[in-house]
T-cell receptor, first 115, second 111 residues
């Protein structure tokens, strides 16, 4: 049971480039989400999904797209990278949306630098 | 707009001492989560507090929730170096399960 996996671990992009951050979970979790973590700001939700085929925006969705074609995978696409997107990105999953005992399981993170 | 505030944001303490981290939030919620993050690592769940008056303990850490005061505390008893980490609290926003996170408390415990 690998839990939540993310690739790549590190990435450097030039302004304007696009890329996809991969996230997969093998726990059959319905709920998946993407966060960015910036120094002194905690985590901010980018997008989330409550099941295959369903996605929604979080706090800071601009510049990012997601899709959820399978329960296992939830990729995050940066459409045209900007220096303001330099951050550490975490993917997380939980068994279901709204269950009061749910805890989120986090992937190891992707450290992205945009030059 | 839901805001979650932690204090202190940075805490350096000696081993063996006790201290408390505070998490205040601005709107009604009956749940609160505490997570731990080691430097350069991912986040792991510590506690899920589900109702007013909830108290949970694991080892030297004890968390409590007062929903009327919109306050949660994370108490550290007789701190040890291994507890050095950043601690985050998070509160769900309405029914869509978006979590709003505090900025984190970086805890350094010196021998």
């Amino acid at each position: 049971n690998a839990g939540v996996t993310q690739t790549p671990k590190f990435q450097v992009l030039k302004t304007g480039q696009s890329m996809t951050l991969q996230c997969a979970q093998d726990m059959n979790h319905e709920y998946m989400s993407w966060y960015r973590q910036d120094p002194g700001m905690g985590l901010r939700l980018i997008h989330y999904s409550v099941g295959a085929g369903i996605t929604d925006q979080g706090e800071v969705p601009n510049g990012y797209n997601v899709s959820r074609s399978t329960t296992e995978d939830f990729p995050l696409r940066l459409l045209s990278a900007a220096p303001s997107q330099t951050s550490v990105y975490f993917c997380a999953s939980s068994y279901s949306k709204g269950a009061s005992t749910d805890t989120q399981y986090f992937g190891p993170g992707t450290r992205l630098t945009v030059l | 707009e839901l805001k979650v505030e932690q204090n202190p944001l940075f805490l350096s303490m000696q081993e063996g001492k006790n201290y408390t981290i505070y998490c205040n939030y601005s709107t009604t919620s009956d749940r609160l989560y505490w997570y731990r993050q080691d430097p350069g690592k991912s986040l792991e769940s510590l506690f899920v507090l589900l109702s007013n008056g909830a108290v949970k303990q694991e080892g030297r850490l004890m968390a409590s929730l007062d929903t009327k005061a919109r306050l949660s505390t994370l108490h550290i008893t007789a701190a040890v170096h291994d507890l050095s980490a950043t601690y985050f609290c998070a509160v769900p926003m309405d029914s869509n399960y978006q979590l709003i996170w505090g900025a984190g408390t970086k805890l350094i415990i010196k021998p």
